[in-house]
């Protein structure tokens, strides 16, 4: 089994609207998490970590964390188009020295 | 503040050669590392540098790869007898103090063998 899925397809949002970002993970004990943005052909970029239950606010981006159902998930709000990129979902178990990263989400924005 | 850079951007080189991938983190970080990323994959974690001792070297695919870290900043990842599936993007993070905090990516060095 994986360790961290991101199931959904390329999501396809208008502009201003808000986009839903869904992970799912398999350890428990799992205890950092972090959303990274990645434009084509560019290198990840941190936008929000979360390490404990509920909500992390920043900007227009929320991060929701549920370790008793092993989800995080990011909302997008007031998408706009320089948001078009692809979102990576990273765990970091406990004891563990490494990320975890899902395949990533490609969000397109359309103006 | 300067972020991590990475040398070369790009590198071609063909089956068999020796290549060295260099990583500069950000200043006064103690943890840096190395990642690949292959086409529509998530990133794949290879080595952990926390100063200039290798705590966890389980990701690396085989004895062909190797890094060092000498003085604490500067790591070099060291791949030798290019296979053509070592293609990848090469990527290096650091973090400010290690697991479990966010780390933060430099620019990926593009590594082609042809």
């Known amino acids: 089994q994986k360790e961290v899925e991101q199931n959904s397809g390329p999501l396809s949002v208008p502009e201003g609207a808000i986009a839903s970002l869904n992970c799912t993970y398999s350890d428990r004990v799992s205890q950092s998490f972090f959303w990274y943005r990645q434009y084509s052909g560019k290198s990840p970029e941190l936008i929000m970590s979360?390490?404990?239950?509920g909500d992390k606010e920043d900007g227009r981006f929320t991060a929701q964390l549920n370790k008793a159902s092993q989800y995080v998930s990011l909302l997008i709000r007031d998408s706009q188009p320089s948001d078009s990129a692809t979102y990576l979902c990273a765990v970091m178990e406990s004891g563990n020295n490494r990320l975890a990263f899902g395949k990533g989400n490609q969000v397109v924005v359309i103006p | 503040g300067a972020g991590v850079s990475q040398t070369p951007s790009n590198k071609v080189t063909e089956k068999g050669k020796y290549v060295e991938l260099r990583c500069d983190p950000i200043s006064g970080h103690t943890a840096l590392y190395w990642y690949r990323q292959s086409l529509g994959q998530g990133p794949e974690f290879l080595i952990y540098f926390q100063g200039t001792g290798a705590a966890d070297d389980s990701g690396l695919p085989n004895d062909r790869f190797f890094a060092v870290r000498p003085e604490g900043s500067v790591s070099t990842l060291k791949i030798q007898r290019t296979e053509r599936g070592d293609s990848a993007v090469y990527l290096c993070?650091?973090?400010?103090?290690?697991?479990?905090?966010?780390?933060?990516f430099g620019p990926g060095t593009r590594l082609t063998v042809l």
């Open positions: 993070a650091s973090s400010p103090s290690g697991p479990p905090g966010p780390q933060f």
């Open positions: 979360i390490y404990s239950n």
